[in-house]
Every structure is written in structure tokens, then in C-alpha cells.
């Protein structure tokens, strides 16, 4: 009798609070289906929550998200990939900048580990899930033969605010410069900042 090897997800994130903490959620349910789980976050965001995490613990205290999964007998791996900024560029700052990287340079350094995984992970990768705010998952999914999953991690009001967004647009309460121009990030995100705090009070 042949035993059957757990399926194996690999779990990428956006690295904004609101998106990794409900992909972390994500990634426990799934190990606790009996998927294995790797668990990919970027450089930068694995420095910030390890910088927070230490003033909560001990300075020599080795900062483990999964920590507690794992001792339950989870199995997530947790790996870090480059946003293809170096660590000190300044995210907040440079936020459009910070955004086109994701969409034109953080790809490749996903596409890299990717490829590592299906080469080695042991069980053998079998699905990707990725932050549905990526463009670029399904064809990286689609090159390993994996299946891929969209995951949400935002409200439904922001699901409806992209959904609409072609409203949003004839009906005057978003710029635009050109009948197609509805990407505007730092409209959109503004936008979104607004809803986000009136929201969240």
C-alpha cells in the first residue's frame, strides 16, 4: 500500500500588513488540511515583522511566525524572496516606484524560487496561491505546471471598489487622463487609503 504524499502550496503574500496577516491565516488552515505549506514573504517585510516581534521578546530570541504551527505538527517553511529593492530603499517614500517593481521586477525573483522548489521541495510543489493584487502568478503557475489559487485578502468593499472601478470613472468620482487610464496608483491608492481609515474607525 502506497502512501500519498501531502499536497505542497506555496503561499506568496504582498508584503502590506492587511494582506500578509490574513495569508498567514491562510497558511495555518491549510497545513491543518494536511498541506504542506511554504510560506513566502519578501526581505524587507521579514526584517519589519522580526523588528517588531523583538521588542516583544528577548533580543536573542530567533523570530518565528510559524513557530507555534510547527510545534502543533504543521508543516509550513517559511522562505524570503527580494522585492527587487535593496532593504534600505525607502517603500513609503518611493511608493510608486516601490509598486511598479512589484509588477515588472518582483516577478523574476519569484520566478527564481519557483523554479528552486519544483526542483527540490520535498513533497513535490503542486500549487501556487498568491495575493490576488499580483498580475503575474498564473503564468509563473502556469510555466511549473502547478495549480494556481487567487486569494483575496482584502474587504469585499475593496473587491467592490476594483470591480467598479469603470464606474467609478464615468460617474466623475475617479481621474483619469484618457478613456482607458483607470490604473492610476496613486489615485487608486488614495482612494483606497480614504475607504481603508473611514473603515477601520
Known amino acids: 500500500m502506497t502512501t500519498q504524499k501531502p499536497l505542497h502550496a506555496v503561499v506568496f503574500t504582498l508584503s502590506l500588513q492587511g494582506h500578509v ?22 526581505e524587507v517585510n521579514h526584517r519589519d515583522i522580526t523588528k517588531s516581534l523583538c521588542r516583544k521578546t528577548s533580543q536573542n530570541d530567533v523570530v518565528d511566525i510559524f513557530a507555534a504551527a510547527r510545534e502543533a505538527g504543521l508543516d509550513i517553511r517559511y522562505r524570503t524572496v527580494s522585492d527587487g529593492f535593496p532593504i534600505s530603499f525607502d517603500r513609503k517614500l518611493n511608493n510608486e516606484q516601490y509598486l511598479e517593481g512589484h509588477v515588472h521586477v518582483f516577478p523574476a525573483h519569484v520566478d527564481e524560487l519557483v523554479r528552486d522548489l519544483v526542483d527540490s521541495a520535498d513533497p513535490p510543489l503542486t500549487c501556487l496561491v498568491a495575493d490576488s493584487f499580483f498580475g503575474w502568478q498564473s503564468a509563473i503557475a502556469k510555466k511549473y505546471n502547478l495549480v494556481y489559487v487567487s486569494f483575496w485578502t482584502e474587504p469585499a468593499l475593496v473587491f467592490s471598489l476594483f470591480y467598479h472601478l469603470d464606474l467609478l470613472q464615468i460617474n466623475g468620482h475617479y481621474a483619469s487622463h484618457g478613456k482607458y487610464k483607470l490604473y492610476n496608483f496613486k489615485t487608486l491608492f488614495f482612494i483606497l487609503f480614504i475607504f481603508s481609515w473611514i473603515f477601520s474607525k
Open 21 to 42: 496577516i490574513p495569508s498567514i491565516h491562510l497558511a495555518i488552515k491549510l497545513a491543518s488540511k494536511g498541506f504542506t505549506i511554504t510560506f513566502v514573504n519578501t
